[in-house]
């Protein structure tokens, strides 16, 4: 079935680091890979999504390129703030009839110092 | 402001109890979700309604009863709950037939089964 695996956390930085968080999937045909992030007391909110291979979804500073050959869809931000402090979620959605349903990884926590 | 309304925002119960999970939504969506999250732990699907017809269970115990009168309104009805049901209850609400694929999500009830 499919699956999403994302790096472990808890990552801490310090603000305007680069923050890299990994993710990878296993899933047949061609998905389509999200990453959501959900802010201390909150729901999930959509950051950034990409629909096919090449594509790269980009939001708030935020970028991530889907990578078919590699099965990933990588998590960057230049110089993060604290206010990105989150758990970040990577997921994958394939259509089953006239919807779809969302794969998700366990979440990275975020915590960027000052 | 997601749009997606869920109440209470915690619950702590006893497992003879029985209580219900609210969820309104005011985005015109017709399709609702129930997502179960634990710690280290992917987000876990338990029920989704599609116009208001269940159309994915996902092998959730029966201790656990879904109810969506309109296509605004999810319930999650809980009676005799194990410790191991403590976790953070997300409602979710798409729109289906529109290749968008994006959920918006509450802000969650944290449940606490003692």
């Known amino acids: 079935g499919d699956s999403v695996t994302q790096m472990e956390g808890p990552v801490t930085l310090s603000e305007e680091a680069f923050l890299t968080i990994n993710c990878t999937y296993t899933?047949?045909?061609?998905?389509?890979l999200f990453w959501y992030v959900q802010y201390p007391g909150e729901g999930l909110q959509l950051l950034l999504k990409?629909?096919?291979?090449?594509d790269k979804g980009s939001n708030k500073g935020f970028e991530a390129t889907y990578r078919k050959e590699t099965t990933s869809f990588h998590l960057e931000k230049g110089s993060v703030q604290v206010s990105d402090s989150a758990v970040y979620f990577c997921a994958l959605s394939r259509r089953r009839g006239s919807g779809s349903r969302l794969t998700f990884g366990e979440g990275t926590q975020l915590t960027v110092n000052p | 402001e997601t749009g997606v309304t869920q109440t209470p925002r915690h619950l702590v119960m006893g497992m003879t109890n029985k209580k219900s999970l609210k969820c309104e939504q005011h985005?015109?969506?017709?399709?609702m979700y129930w997502y179960k999250q634990s710690a280290k732990k992917p987000l876990e699907l338990m029920f989704v309604?599609?116009?208001?017809?269940?159309?994915e269970n996902n092998s959730v115990p029966s201790r656990f009863s879904p109810e969506c009168p309109n296509s605004s309104h999810l319930f999650l009805h809980l009676h005799t709950l194990q410790p191991e049901d403590s976790a953070l209850y997300l409602c979710a609400s798409s729109q289906e037939n529109l290749r968008n694929e994006k959920l918006f999500f509450g802000s969650g009830t944290q449940l606490s089964v003692l």
């Open positions: 990409a629909t096919k291979a090449d």
């Open positions: 309604y599609s116009l208001e017809e269940r159309v």
């Open positions: 985005l015109g969506h017709n399709a």
């Open positions: 899933a047949t045909g061609y998905p389509s």
